[in-house]
């Protein structure tokens, strides 16, 4: 089973990746970020650059993420991604309209992923600008990260309806690194359930 989890900046979706991956005793692919991405792509996305070579570089990130997992996709599996096509398609409202069809035409390079779920985190801007400042990385502008998470989630809460397998999960008072949190998005989402590795007190 391929899971897609995406959303806005800043809201959780590279936590929640790592947990279940590790509560499902299998490796994720994150999008990756700072350390990961050329040094251009973050140079980029400030300074509002490039748009169709960025969402190109992460097209083709994603896409090398879910071709080596279909290497690995076998029945009982539960595969966890960072990104998706709508993730793609959220964004483009960050650009202005006349790099629209361009944009659009990368798109296809997603066409062929097809996760069978995809979580749509989606939050409020005082949880996200709280999260934002207190993981106080020095390459992010709060201001402008809030700006972005506004614009991108509002995007995904009208794309999300359209795309199959979807389903959108408010994180707001949700933890994602106790059981409890993590629960709620497997119920949220329906997934199957997890295999519980066996504690014993002798």
């Known amino acids: 089973m391929r899971v897609a989890i995406v959303g806005g900046p800043g809201v959780g979706k590279s936590t929640l990746v790592r947990q279940l991956g590790d509560l499902y005793h299998n490796g994720a692919y994150g999008e990756g970020e700072q350390g990961v991405w050329d040094p251009r792509v973050l140079e980029d996305i400030e ?7 960025v969402t190109r570089y992460f097209a083709e990130l994603y ?11 076998i029945p ?19 650009y202005p309209a006349e790099y629209h069809a361009d944009l659009r035409a990368v798109l296809s390079i997603g066409d062929w992923w ?13 949880t ?20 972005r998470f506004r614009l991108i989630d509002a ?4 794309l999300a309806p359209m795309y199959p397998n979807t389903v959108m ?25 997890f295999l519980e590795v066996p504690y014993r007190r002798d």
């Not at 408010?170 to 059981?179: A, G, K, N, S, Y």
């Open 114 to 126: 097809n996760p069978d779920r995809v979580i749509v985190l989606t939050s409020s801007t005082n």
């Open 63 to 73: 896409d090398a993420n879910y071709r080596d997992a279909a290497t690995h996709d």
């Open 169 to 193: 999960v408010d994180r707001d008072q949700t933890e994602f690194h106790d059981r409890d949190g993590l629960r709620a998005i497997i119920d949220a989402a329906n997934l199957p359930a």
């Open 76 to 94: 009982g599996k539960v595969i966890l991604f960072e990104g998706a096509r709508i993730t793609l398609e959220a964004h483009i409202a960050e």
């Open 47 to 53: 300074a509002g650059r490039n748009p169709v070579g």
């Open 155 to 158: 995007e995904f809460r009208r």
């Open 128 to 147: 996200i600008e709280k999260h934002i400042r207190h993981r106080n990385r020095p390459h992010e502008n709060v201001e402008q990260m809030v700006h």
